[in-house]
C-alpha cells in the first residue's frame, strides 16, 4: 500500500504593533495554534511568513510572499484565525480565484465550509445568468432573428495577439512571484548557493514554469532578471 505525502502548509503569523511583536504575545499564540493544528491533523510547515501590518491594509508583502509560496508549491496556507488573514471577503475570494487555499487553525473547516458555500452561491447565480441568456436566444432564433457577428472569423484570426499578451503577462507573474520567492530564501532562511535554492525549490514541490525541476541555471536566469527590481504587488 503506498504512503500518503503528509499535508505541506505555509504559515503565515501577523500582528498588528510593534508592541505585540516585541512582546511576543501576538506571535507566540498563532505559533502555538499552528502547532496544535499539526499535532491533531498533521501536516509539514514548509515555510514560514511574519509581520507587523494592519488587517485593514491590503499591501502586506509578507503575506504576498507567503501566498506566492503556497500557490507555486501546491500547498495550503495555514493561518491561526481569520483576522489574522483578513475579514475583508474580496481580499478572502482573491485567494480563491487564484486557487490558492488555505486553513484557519481554530476554524478548520471554514475554507471548506464558508468559502465553499459563497462560491456556490455565485456559481448559482452564474448558472440561472447562463440559463436566462440561452432562453432569451432561443426565443429570438424562433423569431427569425439572426444571431452572432458576421465578422467572427476575422475576428478570431486578428486576436492572437491577444491571447499571445495573456501568455506573456502570466509568465512574466509567475516569474515575478519566484523572484520574491528565491529573495525569501536567501534573506530569511540564508540560503544562496544556486544549487542549494534549486534543492530546496524542488523537495518543496515547485517546478519551473514548464513544470520541470529547478537547476542551478535556472536560478540564474531569474536572479539576472531581477537585478536591482523592486517586487510590486501583483494583481489578484
Not at 78 to 86: E, N, P, Q, T, Y
Not at 194 to 219: C, E, H, K, M, W
Request: charge should be positive; glycine fraction near 6%.
Amino acid at each position: 500500500m503506498p504512503v500518503s505525502m503528509p499535508r505541506r502548509f505555509v504559515a503565515y503569523y501577523r500582528v498588528s504593533t510593534q508592541q505585540q511583536s516585541r512582546s511576543g504575545l501576538g506571535l507566540t499564540a498563532q505559533r502555538q495554534a499552528v502547532q496544535e493544528y499539526l499535532a491533531q491533523y498533521g501536516g509539514e510547515i514548509i515555510a514560514e511568513f511574519q509581520e507587523i501590518e494592519s488587517g485593514k491594509n491590503a499591501n502586506r508583502p509578507q503575506f504576498h510572499q507567503a501566498a506566492d509560496y503556497a500557490e507555486l508549491a501546491h500547498a495550503t496556507l495555514l493561518v491561526a484565525k481569520l483576522d489574522r488573514l483578513s475579514r475583508d471577503l474580496h481580499f478572502i475570494t482573491g485567494l480563491q480565484r487564484r486557487g490558492i487555499r488555505f486553513t484557519l487553525c481554530d476554524l478548520p473547516d471554514v475554507d471548506q465550509l464558508t468559502i465553499h458555500v459563497l462560491a456556490a452561491m455565485a456559481q448559482h447565480e452564474a448558472n440561472m445568468i447562463s440559463q436566462r441568456t440561452r432562453l432569451a436566444l432561443n426565443a429570438a432564433r424562433k423569431r427569425g432573428k439572426v444571431l452572432g457577428n458576421p465578422r467572427l472569423n476575422d475576428i478570431r484570426h486578428q486576436d492572437t495577439g491577444k491571447a499571445n499578451q495573456q501568455r506573456t503577462q502570466r509568465q512574466s507573474d509567475w516569474k515575478l512571484r519566484m523572484q520574491r520567492l528565491i529573495q525569501h530564501l536567501e534573506e530569511q532562511e540564508g540560503i544562496e548557493r544556486g544549487s542549494d535554492v534549486a534543492r530546496i525549490l524542488n523537495q518543496r514541490g515547485l517546478t519551473t514554469y514548464q513544470g520541470r525541476p529547478f537547476t542551478s541555471a535556472t536560478i540564474s536566469r531569474l536572479r539576472r532578471s531581477s537585478d536591482g527590481k523592486s517586487f510590486p504587488k501583483l494583481p489578484d
